[in-house]
């Protein structure tokens, strides 16, 4: 499936908690978000789904897909148009064939040999990062960098977005590394103006 990877907006259950999750990404879209992940480490299923059917609602019409991240039953269950995992979130292969051709699938690349491992063939994209330290993830891998990020990117055989600690000032030396885009969490989700947050991220 193709996906614009523009900007892509992970969502945090505290950091969104300051406008309300549907009102944070609904505001995001509107300042120029083109993806949106549902995250959520601790939410049960049940909610992550109730959570899932409410921002798809909200996404109506928008043209901004909706991925999840890790679950692939909540991906199932609510409808989501994607889901996005980790390396050691479960087979790719067998998320595509439960998932089906048509949605979109995503994964974490934080190495190289990470990279070299893969097989693209049932994925759309990567994420790669962390791009710097950030305390949004508490147990991320070593940061990258940007030229850890253009050397990764180099090597992606799939569009990719980058992720970690990115801001808006970024945004230009994240698409100049050959990534899509930025994938942002606090730089977006935690703001005063969620709108302006994201629109911010097209001003350079
Ligand atoms: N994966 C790598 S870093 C990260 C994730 C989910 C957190 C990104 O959050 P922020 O606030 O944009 O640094
Ligand atoms: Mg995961």
Do not use: W
Request: with cysteine.
């Amino acid at each position: 499936m193709r996906i614009d990877l523009s900007l892509y907006l992970v969502t945090d259950p505290t950091l969104c908690a300051r406008h309300g999750l549907v009102e944070t990404v609904v505001a995001a879209v509107r300042g120029g978000v083109t993806v949106v992940q549902l995250r959520d480490k601790h939410a049960s299923d049940a909610e992550l789904t109730d959570q899932a059917r409410r921002l798809k609602a909200a996404l109506a019409g928008s043209g901004v897909p909706l991925i999840i991240n890790d679950r692939l039953d909540v991906a199932l269950a609510s409808g989501a148009d994607g889901l996005h995992i980790g390396q050691d979130d479960g087979d790719v292969a067998r998320a595509r064939a439960a998932l089906g051709p048509a949605a979109i699938l995503g994964l974490s690349v934080q190495r190289h040999d990470q990279l070299a491992a893969l097989d693209p063939q049932p994925l759309d994209y990567l994420g790669l990062g962390p791009v710097f330290a950030t305390a949004t993830k508490h147990d991320h891998a070593a940061p990258l960098g940007f030229d850890g990020l253009a050397a990764l990117v180099a090597k992606s055989p799939l569009p990719a977005v980058a992720i970690g600690g990115l801001k808006a000032e970024h945004a230009a030396r994240v698409r100049a590394a050959g990534a899509q885009g930025p994938a942002v969490i606090s730089a977006i989700c935690g703001q005063a103006d969620p709108e302006a947050a994201a629109r911010a991220f097209f001003t350079d």
